[in-house]
């Protein structure tokens, strides 16, 4: 097994993505929006999350999960919209529509995704039935649908189009010449392809995921693929292991859908909100549509998980205050996660060139040497400094500076129950 061949077989998936969806689809509903930086946010004010920047925009440094005023830093002219999501269905509709046409093993993955199984549908593709599905009509193929979009849907709209012998790798092409991109991955170009991308360019390969490959040596794409399982089950210490390296070797594994775990729904303030009486009516209203789903689908609930982020110096000192022992998801540096700080992990202050952080990891370590171990946050491996980790963010979305932080941390050593 550790001596796979790449997958020969001939490449029957697809996968189409709508490039900036929200978007491009607002500039398609009103041409003078077009050839502008706009950007979809959950809120058009200064602290609202920009979910969707055009292409435009991105080409001012603008991403996803940003905030409305630092887009507008890059960008002054970015011109800011609020979501319109039965607009959004509709063009996802319309996408569904044309994608039945070539074949019935579609399987959208969001509102913006979709992937096609060609494999069985050769009849479809007007190709004789005994004949295998070939590079040029998966292209044709391909092409006549961004023609179609644009036909059918809207002139403006541009998908990105990936083709390989398996789902994650046809995701991967789909990604490799945005936008408007068509690109395969096969097994005469696959070598070429793993050698210019980053571990971090795949999907999935996060920057924890590139630490843990680094630990044992992996540090390409290529290195990745022709690494033994062995090696992929020590950096994962799971069977996804295993999974990565039937993945990259071309083969499926993606193709079975899992029931749903869990539901979940979520709600940005416009505003902060602080009193319980503000934010009563947002938690009534998350909850009455939660039990409508699980009714709907014949489930009941076996736990609820609450989630809150803190940003202001407040909020943070109150959370670090009464809720040390409690698992909460944080915010860290723009993203949402959370993980347990336990003994065997290194967070010396020797890890950190910032004093400030070097301080709190002074009082994480001494509380950690207590055995109590009861501190929960997020990941504080280094290199911590500017990668996201809980104390960055602290020091981010602290408003007074590193004396308010140091307050945080005299209250951490204040509360933390003495031995």
Known sequence: MNNLAFNPSPSTIMHIDLNSCFATIEQ???????????????????????????????????????????????????????????KYRNVHLALRKILKDYTNDLNPKSIDEFVLNMKDYLLLLREPPCKV????????????????????????????????????????????????????????????HYLKLKLTDLPYIKARNAIRLNSVGIFSVLDFYQSPIWKLKAAFKSILGYYWYVRLHGYELDDVVFGRRSYGNSYAFPKPLITPEQIAPILTKLV????????????????????VTFRDAPE???????????????????????????????????????????????VLT???????????????MPPAVGSGSFWTGMVEYMQGGPDSLSGVLD?????????
């Open 411 to 419: 209250e951490i050593e204040a509360s933390w129950p003495a031995e």
């Open 133 to 192: 599905v070939a590079q040029s009509s998966m292209h044709r193929i391909a092409l006549e649908i961004k023609q179609r979009i644009k036909r059918e849907i809207g002139e403006w709209l541009t998908v990105s189009v990936g083709i390989a012998p398996n789902r994650f790798l046809a995701k991967l092409a789909s990604q490799l010449k945005k936008p408007d991109g068509l690109e395969e991955i096969n097994k005469d170009n696959f070598l070429n």
């Open 366 to 380: 001494d509380a950690l040497a207590s055995g109590t171990g009861r501190f929960d946050a997020s990941d504080m």
């Open 288 to 307: 009455e549509k939660m039990g409508f789903r699980l009714r709907r689908a014949g489930y009941k609930a076996r736990g609820v998980h609450l989630a």
């Open 316 to 362: 943070v000192r109150d959370f670090l205050g009464r809720f040390m022992s409690t698992d909460v998801q944080c915010a860290m540096g723009g993203e949402v996660g959370s993980s347990r700080i336990s003994p065997n992990v290194d967070v010396g202050p020797d890890c950190y060139a910032n004093p400030i952080l070097a301080d709190a990891s002074a």
């Open 28 to 86: 398609q509903a009103n041409p003078h929006l077009r050839g502008k930086p706009i950007a979809v946010a959950a809120y058009t004010t200064p602290f609202g999350c920009i979910l969707a920047p055009s292409i435009e925009a991105k080409s001012y440094g603008i991403q996803t999960g940003m905030r409305v005023k630092d887009g507008k830093a890059l960008c002054p002219k970015l011109i800011v919209l609020p979501p319109d999501p039965w």
